[in-house]
């Protein structure tokens, strides 16, 4: 049984700092993707960043660049998103995600497998 579990997340004040874990079990975890994606109340699922199979290539959205940073430990079967410099418009429910091939997806349609989200909420 497949199952990403997910922690970390909570209240902070803009400006602050959170670190999303993401735990998977019953999948070979490197020769995955790894996605990080986030939905606001009343809105799409939006793409954050992906990590591929190998950990070789990273891509972020713009939204995140400079402030977010995704890593991923295979003998740990763990992905984290370090998340710097947080503003409002950051709260959301966050989700790491899981893709099987060798593409860096964006879409959420693309990934096989998902964690159960983690609530991230930024105060001003």
């Known amino acids: 049984q497949v199952q990403l579990s997910q922690s970390g997340g909570g209240l902070v004040q803009t400006g602050g700092s959170l670190r999303l874990s993401c735990e998977a079990s019953g999948i070979a975890f490197s020769n995955y993707a790894l996605g990080w994606f986030r939905q606001a109340p009343g809105k799409d699922r939006e793409f954050v960043v992906v990590?591929?199979?190998?950990?070789?290539?990273?891509y972020y959205a713009d939204s995140g660049k400079g402030r977010f940073t995704v890593s991923r430990d295979n003998t740990k079967n763990a992905v984290y998103l370090q998340m710097n410099g947080l503003k409002p418009e950051d709260t959301a429910t966050y989700y790491c995600?899981?893709?099987?091939?060798?593409?860096?997806?964006?879409?959420?349609?693309?990934?096989?497998?998902w964690g159960q989200g983690t609530q991230v909420t930024v105060s001003s």
């Open positions: 990590t591929s199979r190998g950990d070789i290539h990273t």
């Open positions: 995600a899981a893709d099987r091939t060798y593409s860096l997806f964006t879409q959420p349609r693309e990934y096989d497998y």
